[in-house]
Structure formats: structure tokens, C-alpha cells
Nanobody, 136 residues
Framework: QVQLVESGGGSVQAGGSLRLSCVAS????????IAWFRQAPGKEREGVAI????????YYIDSAKGRFTISRDNAKNTVYLQMNALKPEDTAVYYC?????????????????????????????WGQGTQVTVSA
């Protein structure tokens, strides 16, 4: 079965940390760009972070920079999102998504935000989501 499965969500107080995991089954993540998205009630889904293949370049939206870290462990076929200094505004359902590499060369750094945006509608696989709740 081809799927992405997120885990690690939960409820924390402001300033706390969570580590989300996204495990791929049926395909290998080293051939995919991977991103984390989130969707809060009443808001559109937004890209939070992306990590590229094969060079593992990263990009974060401004609100996540300095607090979130996306990483990958190809041996475990897993991508992580370490979230520190969490704020109530981070409360959302978090989804991981994967898109197959479409070019042989590494993505130029300036393209990462574009790819992240495009993945909102063009990802090949999506996880089921994991709830993150941050209380004040």
C-alpha cells in the first residue's frame, strides 16, 4: 500500500515542542520532495516547510523560521518536523506531502517556495494529518 502516515501530534502549552514524523510506505522518500502543510479551522491549507531531494535543501515560511526544522532519514524512509517554541497560532492539522522529482538536477534555492506552493495542489501523496494544539 502506498501511503504517508503522520504521527507525533498532540496538545502542548505555548513554548513547548513537538516532533512530527511522516513515514512513507510503498515508495522511497529519497526520490521525492517532501513538505509539511497545516490547516487551521477557517483557514486555507498553507505550506510550512519543504525539504528537497536529493540535496535536502530546506525552506520555511517566515512564521516557522527559527522555530521549526524539517529533516529526513532516508534509511528509515521518514521525514520529521521538529517544532519548538510553539505558539497558539501554530494550532492546526499538520499534513505531510510528497511529490516525485521532476528534474534531474537539484532545485535552485529560489525555487523551493514555488515548489512548496505548487505542492498544495500537485503532490502525489498526502498523509492523513495529525492534530497539533497549542494552548496559551
Amino acid at each position: 500500500q502506498v501511503q504517508l502516515v503522520e504521527s507525533g501530534g498532540g496538545s502542548v502549552q505555548a513554548g513547548g515542542s513537538l516532533r512530527l514524523s511522516c513515514v512513507a510506505s510503498g515508495f522511497t522518500l529519497d526520490r521525492y520532495h517532501i513538505a509539511w502543510f497545516r490547516q487551521a479551522p477557517g483557514k486555507e491549507r498553507e505550506g510550512v516547510a519543504i525539504i528537497s531531494s536529493p540535496d535536502s535543501r530546506t525552506y520555511y515560511i517566515d512564521s516557522a523560521k527559527g522555530r521549526f526544522t524539517i529533516s529526513r532519514d532516508n534509511a528509515k524512509n521518514t521525514v520529521y518536523l521538529q517544532m519548538n517554541a510553539l505558539k497558539p497560532e501554530d494550532t492546526a492539522v499538520y499534513y505531510c506531502a510528497a511529490v516525485l522529482l521532476r528534474r534531474k538536477a537539484s532545485l535552485p534555492p529560489d525555487q523551493l517556495p514555488v515548489v512548496l506552493f505548487d505542492m498544495k495542489t500537485q503532490s502525489d501523496y498526502w498523509g492523513q494529518g495529525t492534530q497539533v494544539t497549542v494552548s496559551a
